[in-house]
């Protein structure tokens, strides 16, 4: 494996922890795993009217899970589940065509040398299905989900 996707911006990225931590009272939480390496991302989402008013992500994983969990702690605040579906199609999409995605995500073109290593896609994917799948939970209990009780 080549140390050129190990990038000073990667590795900033995955420094700033953007939205690192728990919330207090989330509406709904979840944590998705890459069996293959043990990556866990662990993403809280408080919700009002279908958009995120506030998220927080422990992100327990290698440096391009923390990057991507990073960019999406930074830049997931008021957007809705459709706005997640459409993240994923594009980091998908980059990550196979090198095309990255629009703003406010565009921070994601830092990971596209991962491209290269289709093993890692996961690891870059792993926080953007954990928040998809807190939305899933919301609507039926899901091995992983967890609904706080109030």
Excluded: W
């Amino acid at each position: 494996m080549s140390d050129a996707i190990y990038t000073m911006a990667v590795l900033r990225l995955a420094a700033e922890a953007n939205a690192a931590g728990r919330l207090v009272t989330p509406d709904v939480s979840y944590t998705e795993h890459n069996p293959a390496c043990g990556d866990r991302s662990t993403i809280d989402l408080q919700l009002q009217g279908g958009r995120i008013t506030a998220v927080a992500q422990d992100t327990r994983a290698c440096v391009f899970a923390q990057a991507s969990a990073s960019i999406l702690g930074q830049s997931i605040a008021g957007r809705t589940r459709a706005d997640l579906l459409k993240l994923r199609e594009d980091v998908v999409r980059m990550l196979q065509q090198g095309l990255p995605p629009a703003e406010p995500f565009g921070r994601y073109e830092t990971l596209k040398a991962v491209a290269a290593i289709p093993g890692r896609h996961k690891c870059v994917l792993l926080p953007i299905d954990a928040a998809l799948k807190a939305f899933e939970a919301l609507d039926a209990a899901e091995p992983g989900g967890e609904r706080p009780k109030t």
